[in-house]
């Protein structure tokens, strides 16, 4: 009986003993099977710089077996992964160049990936659940051009039609030899344009657009009468009478050198009645060159008249584009003329995104006025 009893515990023991046995071996096991593994340790930089390739670094043990390893990486926001391979660097480090291209704000997404001998696929480093984020710093040729492409809501050509007229009014005359001094004729100093204008973005760092013009300015000489005849008043001795104007054409490139400061140069290319007549100009902005900003300027042109001017544009009211302009200038004839100042306020409506009208209205007053005059236009634009 005894004997029985002893066989009995025995065997209950055994049988209590052998499970935990083997899984106290398992752990063992494990660590002996990871051992065996290969690894790949990488540590992330913080932040990049936009637009210059970045070699990311790892250590591989074990590395003889691993067939091949890489980085899958993406855009932030984007949904398909590209691969780029490890390459050695020396017996322990290897290194995957991503290239420029990627290097984007507003950053990237990745993780580590490696192939073994035996076939199987390891993730080392996150996961395509949960990459890890690198934050991209700086501006790039594209994000640029994006950037100023969204300011211009998407538009990379405008075309323009400008209509504008200019009555400065009445001054006096004095026609010397004891003669009284008489006023001109009403509206008989004047002058009005007609100038079609496109503009095409390149949006480029340096080269912000390009824009180029046709237009026709008419204009009348201030007239008095004296002893009952008509008279052109402050014409030079001997200088034939025609008639002011000009048939021009003009293009103009625009360069955004820092944010919020822009130049642009201009070249001006006509005739009048008297032959070719050539001149230049040139603009610098203060503020956004597409939106709310100051500029500065001014055009020397042959025979018709200098213009110097200062602008200032904004856009506050919700499509409702508004321009302040002070205008200094003797056209359309330097030689009859003196210096004549314009104030003109734009007030524009944008009908659609691609479609603007806008009126000028002003006053214009020659330096030797009796009276000033009104300013009057209507510029529309087509952007696409």
Do not use: C
């Amino acid at each position: 009986m005894r004997t029985i009893w002893n066989m009995t515990f025995v065997a209950i023991a055994a049988m209590a003993l052998l499970p935990g046995q083997a899984t106290a071996a398992e752990p063992n096991k494990q660590a002996a099977d990871a051992a065996q593994k290969p690894t790949v340790m990488h540590s992330p930089p913080a932040s990049v710089i936009a637009g210059r390739d970045l070699h990311l670094r790892a250590v591989v043990t074990k590395d003889w077996q691993v067939s091949e390893a890489w980085v899958e990486v993406r855009a932030v926001g984007q949904d398909a992964w590209q691969k780029v391979a490890f390459e050695r660097a020396d017996d322990v480090e290897f290194v995957a160049v991503l290239p420029a291209a990627l290097m984007q704000p507003p950053g990237l997404e990745y993780f580590i990936v490696s192939q073994g001998v035996d076939g199987q696929r390891r993730v080392h480093f996150a996961s395509a659940q949960s990459p890890h984020t690198l934050h991209v710093r700086g501006e790039t040729r594209e994000t640029v051009r994006a950037k100023r492409l969204a300011e211009n809501d998407g538009h990379r050509s405008d075309m323009t039609v400008r209509t504008e007229a200019t009555l400065y009014g009445r001054r006096l005359y004095n026609p010397g030899q004891g003669e009284p001094s008489v006023a001109t004729e009403p509206l008989s100093d004047t002058f009005w344009a007609i100038e079609a204008q496109y503009t095409y973005r390149l949006l480029d760092s340096f080269l912000y657009d390009l824009r180029f013009g046709l237009g026709v300015m008419r204009g009348n000489r201030a007239l008095a009468q004296v002893g009952g005849e008509d008279v052109f008043i402050d014409l030079p001795d001997g200088a034939e009478i025609t008639e002011p104007g000009l048939n021009y054409g003009w293009s103009e490139a625009n360069m955004e050198l820092f944010d919020n400061f822009s130049m642009g140069g201009r070249l001006i290319l006509g005739a009048n009645e008297e032959g070719f007549v050539a001149g230049v100009g040139a603009v610098a902005r203060i503020g956004s060159i597409s939106g709310t900003h100051l500029a500065f300027g001014g055009e020397l042109l042959q025979d018709t008249g200098n213009r110097g001017f200062m602008e200032f544009r904004w856009h506050t009211i919700e499509r409702v584009p508004m321009g302040f302009i002070i205008d200094v200038t003797q056209r359309p004839d330097a030689d009859a003329n003196p210096p004549g100042t314009r104030l003109m306020l734009d007030v524009g409506w944008d009908v659609t995104d691609a479609f603007n009208i806008t009126g000028r209205f002003g006053y214009a007053a020659r330096s030797e006025s009796l009276e000033g005059g009104p300013v009057f236009g209507l510029h529309s634009t087509y952007s696409f």
